[in-house]
């Protein structure tokens, strides 16, 4: 597994947005004021905002899989319970969904190159 993005949930977007630009994170997905992707600097990783309040529980941890339904299967026979079994997405990803023993919410996923350049990405 490769570890693809964190994601925090935020009220303002927009400020949000500013913040991570100004820190040199670049655009690739802007569907503000609900949803904003940005790629890291260094190497292919991207960082998320959601809109919502944050007053905790809002952080998401995305593991990206090369066999998703293979992994899956493993972990559950190693006692994991999925509250989502392996599924297509709108979004053009693969996801499968578990929550850690703290309650943050965890998602396997593959996406091949809608990874980080979806139909809809930023130009």
């Not at 609900?34 to 190497?43: E, F, K, N, T, V």
């Amino acid at each position: 597994m490769r570890l693809n993005q964190v994601t925090v949930t935020m009220p303002d977007l927009d400020a949000g947005w500013n913040f991570y630009c100004t820190l040199g994170l670049k655009p690739v997905v802007d569907a503000r004021p609900h949803y904003a992707r940005l790629l890291c600097p260094d190497g292919d990783s991207t960082f998320s905002l959601h809109q919502g309040e944050s007053n905790g529980g809002g952080t998401t941890v995305y593991f990206e899989c090369d066999d998703l339904d293979e992994t899956v299967s493993q972990l559950e026979k190693k006692g994991l319970y999925f509250t989502s079994p392996p599924e297509d997405k709108s979004w053009l990803w693969r996801e499968a969904e578990l929550f850690d023993p703290g309650g943050n919410r965890v998602l396997l996923y593959f996406a091949g190159q809608n990874r980080i350049n979806p139909p809809w990405r930023v130009r």
